[in-house]
């Protein structure tokens, strides 16, 4: 299985920072990776697909990238309504598998 | 406008059964995959199982296979998931998830359902 090791678990940050979010793959995905934003009680919201595509209706302070097996989301200017946790999901093999999820907080 | 409606979550002893339903409205189901995801109360996201939009082609978590079942019926735009021999380790939310892309499809999924509850205890 590929395992999808997220960092940090949590971060602090305040409004109108710079946060960036990182996955490191077990072996090589290409850009089959997805990164999803969940709000508590709420279903996971797809933010960007392919390494780097952002989902229609997602605020471009959101960008994803990739170097290697490496894959970061990035969040400049953070706002409120950014404050949640953060997977990323890799869809190159079966079984699909998720990072551990990075919590976002206000600082 | 894409919707996705979970039922069938409950409590059930370890050892029973249930049938998770996802009715689905808003876009053509028939190409689409289609797939469960669930998280344990407080944990992340562990992916559950997935179905092919044409093909039907089905896949599983090692942690269910042989014990739950994933079925389409496009006639009806409905996800099921039949669980059977549930343990307590499979308590969780259920949500069903769309496939972003058609056809062979990507395993994005853009749209979730609200999802539901499974609670397994004696």
């Known amino acids: 299985d590929i395992q999808m090791t997220q960092s940090p678990s949590s971060v602090s940050a305040s409004v109108g920072d710079r946060v960036t979010i990182t996955c490191r793959a077990s072996q090589g995905i290409s850009t089959w990776l997805a990164w999803y934003q969940q709000k508590p009680g709420k279903a996971p919201k797809l933010l960007i697909s392919a390494a780097s595509r952002l989902e229609i209706g997602v605020p471009s302070r959101f960008s994803g990238s990739r170097s290697g097996t490496e894959f970061t989301l990035t969040i400049t200017s953070l706002q409120p309504e950014d404050f949640a946790t953060y997977f990323c999901q890799q869809a190159n093999t079966f079984p699909i598998t998720f990072g551990q999820g990075t919590r976002l907080e206000i600082k | 406008e894409v919707q996705l409606v979970e039922s069938g979550g409950g409590l059930v002893q370890p050892g029973g059964s249930l049938r998770l339903s996802c009715i689905t409205s808003?876009?053509?189901?028939?190409?689409?995959?289609m797939g469960w995801v669930r998280q344990a109360p407080g944990k992340g996201l562990e992916w559950v199982s997935v179905?092919?939009?044409?093909?039907?082609?089905?896949y599983y978590a090692d942690s269910v296979k042989g014990r739950f079942t994933i079925s389409r019926d496009n006639s009806k735009n409905t996800l099921y998931l039949q669980m059977n021999s549930l343990r307590a380790e499979d308590a969780a939310i259920y949500y069903c998830?769309?496939?972003?892309?058609?056809?062979?499809?990507?395993?994005?999924?853009?749209?979730w359902g609200q999802g539901t509850l499974v609670t397994v205890s004696s």
């Open positions: 808003g876009f053509p189901f028939t190409t689409y995959a």
């Open positions: 179905i092919r939009g044409s093909s039907g082609g089905t």
């Open positions: 998830a769309k496939d972003r892309d058609y056809g062979l499809g990507s395993l994005f999924f853009d749209y």
